[in-house]
């Protein structure tokens, strides 16, 4: 990999300035000037964390698939690779709260809705994502657009097990890994 990816992936792993220093190299928002290199940039930097995945990265993962997500709503249209890495590397940390994430990475443009898989929201397990989901669904005032979005999720849930889409979720797991080109470094 390119040794200014994989410094920019190493100060975007650090906490406090120099974290927020590479972040704004690589947010979706600011700007309008450099958008097109930030989302290079950002992709880049995709390819390096999902073949260095560290038990750590989560919250690094989250944030950069909220910036993917950002970006595709404002485009409107498409799916990239860096999106689809990213639902992968973050269904892969298996954290049922996750599944609000990777459902509004599913609902950013059309073609995401038709790419990215409902097994990604087994990784957590069935129950645990359910409980999570209804736990969002439940929710009341500030919190309405997720109880709304949280809903939905259940609803695709629901369909992708009617369909059969967890019969075979450790096959489905190892082709997703290996199709994002994860890479884990330690248990996550």
Do not use: K, N
Not at 41 to 66: I, K, N
Not at 71 to 92: F, I, K
């Amino acid at each position: 990999m390119d040794d200014a990816v994989d410094a920019l992936l190493a100060a975007l792993r650090l906490p406090g300035d120099a974290g927020r220093s590479a972040r704004a190299e690589v947010a979706h928002a600011g700007a309008e000037v450099g958008v097109g290199e930030r989302e290079r940039l950002r992709a880049e930097v995709v390819v390096a964390l999902g073949s260095s995945l560290l038990p750590t990265d989560r919250l690094l993962a989250r944030w950069l698939l909220q910036q993917e997500i950002a970006a595709h709503e404002a485009r409107g249209h498409g799916a990239s690779e860096a999106l689809y890495t990213l639902v992968a590397a973050v269904a892969r940390f298996a954290q049922p709260d996750d599944a609000l994430l990777l459902w509004r990475a599913r609902q950013a443009t059309p073609e995401t809705r038709a790419g990215v898989d409902v097994e990604q929201l087994g990784r957590a397990g069935l129950v645990p994502t359910r409980a999570a989901l209804e736990r969002a669904a439940a929710q009341t005032d500030a919190h309405a657009a997720d109880a709304h979005d949280a809903r939905q999720a259940l609803r695709w849930l629901d369909e992708g097990a009617a369909a059969g889409a967890f019969d075979d979720l450790p096959e489905y797991f190892l082709w997703a890994d290996e199709r994002f080109g994860l890479t884990i470094s330690g248990p996550t």
